[in-house]
């Protein structure tokens, strides 16, 4: 005892001469790779527990319990926050963990980011070099949604978390990102729509569940250990994931409004139907390890400040088993912008983390550091906050990084390298990806694919020699393609080289605002394609947009080169939102429209992929194309999902918008191939029967229906294990065999006042060759295909005949599903 205590106060003192080596280290960007104070013999450890890392000063880290791996992860978190005097706790609670070299603790830089692929945006916790110059480089989250795969966003949540293991081995990354962006696309002028999976709740939660699953959990050669260890506190995760930015959040800049102010008045009602939807998903299904909270209020309250949302509702009912995190400089927001009930930096500080808020994260490169730090100790001395609400954040912060290995370590991936970023199959991934959400807006006479070879049936000319036309930003894209919180691709394959592998002559006609080069040369070609659309000046995180049109006179172009074109020319538009291409559409010079989305680093490849047939398009619309008219009647700002009548205006997406200024549907996507469906179910029943007659609730009719003595069963004090199961075939008559997506929509009773119009309720991509049939089964749990929110905001399953609608338009098919309420 007598030596361990001796050797102990020996790494004291050492550790204190680390630790002020490591702070005059730490000034400007000499936190490098959060690799903080290292062992003395200057090697690297990639763990706080590594016996060696002291070991030349006789010194072993298991001395400190809470490096002792035979006890729970609670108790030696207890044991590492009860080290700590106040002001190191406070010093660990911003995104520039500052660590405490006395008791032998790393810092951490928390900040990472990885949308669609390893980004350096933020700190330089996260960092691109000579050793690795680049990461996979994946299409953005909106173009990833639109392959409606759920498959897909598993392997991409895959790929990126390998390529953050082998950039933490090299010292180039951290292990906590903050991705997906996971908010509701409700209105289309929102400037981060490319970041996120669409105007659809389940489409956006089923791609949380997905991507946060395919980050965090472990699994090796295919084996999934992620959930063998029962106690969830204690399962090892790969690499932390976020669900943001909780919650109502969707408007960023949009005339007046502006996120950092702005207080979205929402109901009840649409926070549990649309808004919370996705996070619910995201955290019980997807086990989510980070929450991140706006910067909006949310019906006047900042969301980083509610202890409802934060406590009651994410930590409390949904069972997070992480932590929750700030938007960066929310907690300055409150005080600074919002300016909110007048309170001091300390009282701000305090009411965040009373509220549930675990890790602020502030602009440091600003100069300032986040509120935490800054007034953590004041709001403390001041009695504001209790020492014990600093304890219990930071314990579900290194919580997380023990559930990470930060402290033991996480054998399974110390053998990744340089080799496992950007590998051949990656970027071969990202193509995939890239591929399966291309979306074909309108192919008449079939004017895609344009043909390379001879073939006697087809009326088109092969196709030797294009004219590329565009501004060179989309044409030779190196830079629009990767859109927002980007890292540095692989490498990055433009249209223009996509196409110029395909055919023998590639010629580029380069357009500013008033023309394009040379228009007359187009008739030498056999075919035009136009590459068209927006950039993150229109469209980006404190944008909005201001209208749905073309920018920079490209409508007067286009229009142009069509009537110049002795053939109808292929569009391809590069954008996230919709963009209003009706005068496209509306002329028959257009030939095809594709929506190529930001693509990623292989857009090229998947474009030309489409566009001379080498993969038939399957992707889906994942939010509805407006035209420009709706934004004349309804300001932004307007949150509510249904139509108000008091003010006129309609409702949003298509769930709840019934108007005439739909250009395309969500769910739109043509193919090269036509699919019709078939079903022996021709209609269903389900009884759920009812212990008790409280657990009935009342619904909302159409006037002059008369409501049954149990209109509708409560889904939270029933079981919902009955299941509705029945298949389809899709069948392939066309030439081409192709994927198609199997979208299945419900609508509640018709006599349910406020319903949705339909929405979707499970989904299923499908490879179909060329004239055969695949059977695609569906079970359907009651609760949740035919679940609806009331005025409430209870989710109930109403009585009475609901609809089964199995994709739209031409191939569809629908069925009725009676259910009963039996109250016994
Ligand atoms: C430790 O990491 C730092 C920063 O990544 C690097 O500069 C240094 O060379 C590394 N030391 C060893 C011994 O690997
Ligand atoms: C791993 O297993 C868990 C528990 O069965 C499951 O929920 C999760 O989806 C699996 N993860 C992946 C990436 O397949
Ligand atoms: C899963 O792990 C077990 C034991 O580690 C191993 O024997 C098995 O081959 C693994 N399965 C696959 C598919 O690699
Ligand atoms: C905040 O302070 C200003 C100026 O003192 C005052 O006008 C305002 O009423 C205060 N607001 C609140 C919410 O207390
Ligand atoms: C396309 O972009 C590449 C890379 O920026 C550049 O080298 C090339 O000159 C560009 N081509 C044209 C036609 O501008
Ligand atoms: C659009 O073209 C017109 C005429 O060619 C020109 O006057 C105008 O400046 C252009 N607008 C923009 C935004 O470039
Ligand atoms: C977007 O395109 C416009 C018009 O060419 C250009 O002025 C602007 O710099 C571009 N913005 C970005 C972020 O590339
Ligand atoms: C659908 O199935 C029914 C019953 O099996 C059959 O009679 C009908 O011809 C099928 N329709 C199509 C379009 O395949
Ligand atoms: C879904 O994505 C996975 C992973 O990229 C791919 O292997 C599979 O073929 C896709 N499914 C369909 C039907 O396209």
């Given at each position: ?116 692929g390893v980004s350096d945006t933020g700190p330089k916790g996260t960092w691109f070099g000579d050793v690795v110059p680049g990461a996979t480089s994946f299409p953005l989250v909106l173009n990833s949604a639109a392959s409606f795969n759920e498959t897909l966003w598993r392997a991409v949540g895959q790929v990126v978390s390998t390529e ?393 172009w286009i229009t142009a080169v069509a009537a110049a074109s002795p053939d109808p020319i292929v569009l391809v538009i590069m954008s996230a939102g919709g963009v209003d291409v009706s005068f496209a559409q509306d002329n028959p010079k257009v030939g095809a429209i594709v929506w190529a989305g930001y693509p990623g680093e292989e857009g ?153 119009i339909k929405h979707l309720v499970a989904f299923r991509r499908v490879f179909v060759p060329a004239g055969t049939t695949v059977d695609v089964a569906f079970d359907l749990n009651v609760c949740k295909a035919f679940g609806i929110v009331e005025r409430t905001a209870y989710t109930v399953v109403p009585a009475g005949t609901s609809t ?21």
């Amino acid at each position: 005892m007598a030596s361990s205590a001796s050797s102990f106060r020996l790494l004291v003192a050492l550790l204190c001469v680390i630790s002020s080596a490591s702070a005059a280290a730490s000034n400007g960007d000499g936190l490098v790779a959060g690799r903080g104070p290292i062992g003395t013999n200057g090697k690297n450890y990639t763990k706080v527990c590594d016996p060696a890392r002291f070991a030349s000063l006789g010194l072993d880290m298991s001395t400190f319990r809470y490096c002792d791996s035979s006890l729970p992860y609670a108790a030696r978190v207890r044991d590492l926050v009860g080290r700590l005097t106040l002001q190191e706790k406070v010093d660990n609670l911003g995104d520039h963990g500052k660590g405490a070299a006395r008791v032998g603790l790393q810092p951490y830089m928390w900040w990472g980011e990885a949308l669609h692929g390893v980004s350096d945006t933020g700190p330089k916790g996260t960092w691109f070099g000579d050793v690795v110059p680049g990461a996979t480089s994946f299409p953005l989250v909106l173009n990833s949604a639109a392959s409606f795969n759920e498959t897909l966003w598993r392997a991409v949540g895959q790929v990126v978390s390998t390529e953050v293991r082998a950039m933490y081995n090299l010292g180039h990354a951290e292990l906590t990102y903050w991705s997906p962006n996971i908010n509701v696309v409700r209105d289309p002028r929102w400037g981060r729509a490319s970041e996120t999976p669409g105007e659809d709740p389940l489409l956006v939660a089923r791609y949380a569940v997905n991507f946060v699953r395919g980050m965090q959990d472990i699994i090796i050669h295919g084996n999934n250990s992620s959930d063998h260890d029962r106690d969830p506190f204690a399962r090892r995760i790969k690499v932390s994931s976020c669900c943001k930015h909780f919650t109502a959040y969707d408007v960023d800049k949009w005339f007046d409004a502006d996120r950092l102010t702005f207080d979205a008045r929402v109901t009840e009602r649409d926070l549990a139907e649309t808004f919370n939807f996705p996070f619910e998903a995201c955290i019980r299904e997807g086990d989510a390890s980070c929450v991140m909270c706006s910067y909006n209020r949310v019906n006047g309250v900042p969301a980083c400040a509610d202890h409802r949302l934060l406590t009651k509702t994410v930590r409390q009912q949904w069972q997070l088993h992480g932590y929750i995190v700030s938007d960066c400089d929310s907690v300055r927001v409150m005080v600074r912008d919002a300016k909110w009930l007048n309170l001091t930096g300390a009282e701000a500080a305090a009411a965040a983390m009373k509220a549930g808020l675990d890790l602020d994260c502030g602009m440091f490169w600003e100069g300032a550091q986040d509120f935490f730090t800054s007034y953590g100790v004041e709001a403390v001395k001041q009695g504001k906050l209790a020492e014990a609400d600093v304890d219990e954040a930071l314990g579900n912060n290194y919580l997380t990084l023990m559930r990470l290995g930060f402290f033991d370590g996480a054998p399974e991936f110390e053998g990744l390298g340089v080799g496992d970023v950007c590998s051949g199959e990656h970027k071969e991934l990202a193509a995939d990806a890239a591929r399966q959400g291309m979306v074909l807006l309108k192919n008449d006479n079939g004017r895609l694919p344009l043909p390379l070879l001879d073939n006697n049936n087809n009326n088109n000319k092969v196709v030797r020699s294009v004219a590329l036309v565009g501004l060179l930003q989309h044409i030779n894209a190196t830079d629009v393609m990767l859109g927002d919180y980007r890292g540095r691709p692989c490498s990055v394959v433009t249209p223009y080289d996509g196409i110029r592998k395909m055919v023998s002559a590639t010629h580029l006609h380069p357009c500013d605002s008033g023309a394009c080069a040379a228009p007359g040369a187009m008739d030498t070609v056999d075919a035009t394609i136009v590459i068209a659309g927006l950039n993150m000046s229109v469209e980006r995180e404190s944008n909005d947009r201001e209208d749905l049109l073309l920018p920079w006179n490209q409508t007067g172009w286009i229009t142009a080169v069509a009537a110049a074109s002795p053939d109808p020319i292929v569009l391809v538009i590069m954008s996230a939102g919709g963009v209003d291409v009706s005068f496209a559409q509306d002329n028959p010079k257009v030939g095809a429209i594709v929506w190529a989305g930001y693509p990623g680093e292989e857009g090229g490849t998947a474009i030309a992929d489409v566009l001379f047939g080498k993969h038939n398009p399957g992707g889906r619309l994942p939010l509805t194309w407006f035209k420009n008219d709706y934004i004349s009647k309804i300001p932004m700002t307007s949150m509510a999902l249904r139509p108000d009548a008091e003010h006129g205006y309609p409702g949003r997406t298509y769930k709840f918008y019934s108007g005439p200024d739909v250009l395309y549907p969500f769910g739109h996507g043509l193919s090269y191939t036509t699919f019709t469906y078939n079903s022996t179910t021709t209609a269903a029943s389900a009884t759920l029967k009812i212990a008790d007659q409280d657990h009935c609730k009342q619904l909302t009719y159409k006037p002059g229906v008369q409501s049954p003595p149990c209109p509708a069963v409560d889904v939270a004090a029933h079981t919902c294990d009955e299941a509705v199961r029945f298949t389809l075939t899709v069948s392939n008559t066309g030439g081409a065999g192709g994927d198609h997506v199997v979208a299945l929509y419900t609508a509640p009773p018709p006599e349910v006042d406020e319903a949705p119009i339909k929405h979707l309720v499970a989904f299923r991509r499908v490879f179909v060759p060329a004239g055969t049939t695949v059977d695609v089964a569906f079970d359907l749990n009651v609760c949740k295909a035919f679940g609806i929110v009331e005025r409430t905001a209870y989710t109930v399953v109403p009585a009475g005949t609901s609809t089964v609608l199995v994709g739209d338009g031409a191939t569809s098919l629908s069925f009725p599903v009676k259910v009963d309420l039996a109250v016994s």
